[in-house]
């Protein structure tokens, strides 16, 4: 028994630490200015030199450093809480630990079932909605120049136009206003044809939506693998850890009281 307690504290203090690191890195980037910085020089080392991008990027992280903050501080408290219960050998302590962490675990297992196999077509296609929505009212506009270059660049490099296709700048203030169906960007020889006036499948990627291409840059074969064998992993911690903890509970009653 004294091997199960002492495997179960070393379990948590490890959480513990993965919490507390979450934790204090959510803290940092949310309150050092001096943080961006040390991020830029991070991604130039591991071969980030667009400096637009590095910003975005930076930008994507300080904006999700409350996230950081509520994640590795929950982390933090049930790894507290689990350690606490076995250490000061509490029932009831042991007892939430393992009801919280039972009810995390169904939670996403209910979030998984419901996103990938009952509403992932309405969920992808509010997705589609929400970035034409953003495109056609921050596209060209001055206070965007930043997003309207990143947008230039990505239709450029994967031969394609719009979220859906070209036709989502026909809403576009900026683009309207220019007399364009689709800006340069969307056209394959912009120089040599009136493609932004009269956009069609030989001067132009105006039919080819980037929808499809965002979502291969960022859901990968090797990504989709990742992603299951962290989740698998994920899960075994947690079945583990209430296994664990109902254990000791059980034991509690006979030996501890």
């Given at each position: ?235 075994i911690l947690q079945l583990v ?17």
């Amino acid at each position: 028994m004294n091997c199960v307690r002492l495997l179960f504290c070393f379990y948590n203090f490890l959480f513990l630490v993965v919490g507390g690191i979450v934790l204090g890195l959510g803290v940092w980037f949310a309150v050092d200015v001096n943080a961006d910085g040390v991020l830029k020089e991070l991604l130039s080392k591991v071969g980030e030199k667009d400096v637009d991008t590095s910003n975005d990027i930076v930008q994507m992280i300080r904006q999700a450093s409350f996230v950081l903050i509520a994640f590795g501080g929950f982390i933090f408290l049930l790894s507290f809480l689990g350690y606490c219960g076995t250490i000061k050998e509490s029932r009831f302590l042991l007892g939430f630990y393992s009801f919280l962490l039972t009810l995390i675990l169904i939670l996403e297992v209910v979030s998984v079932i419901l996103i990938f196999l009952v509403y992932g077509p309405q969920i992808e296609e509010e997705t589609k909605k929400i970035l034409k929505e953003n495109l056609i009212s921050r596209y060209g506009e001055q206070n965007e120049t930043k997003l309207t270059s990143m947008i230039d660049k990505f239709m450029i490099k994967n031969a394609c136009c719009g979220i859906y296709n070209g036709k989502d700048f026909k809403e576009s203030r900026i683009v309207a206003s220019m007399g364009d169906q689709v800006p340069e960007s969307c056209c394959k020889e912009p120089w040599k044809s009136n493609c932004t006036k009269k956009p069609t499948d030989e001067n132009s990627n105006t039919n080819t939506g980037c929808y499809e291409r965002i979502k291969n840059e960022l859901v990968t074969d090797t990504g989709k693998l990742s992603a299951l064998i962290v989740g698998v992993v994920i899960c075994i911690l947690q079945l583990v850890g209430i296994v664990f903890a109902c254990w000791i509970y059980k034991e509690a009653k006979y030996s501890f009281e």
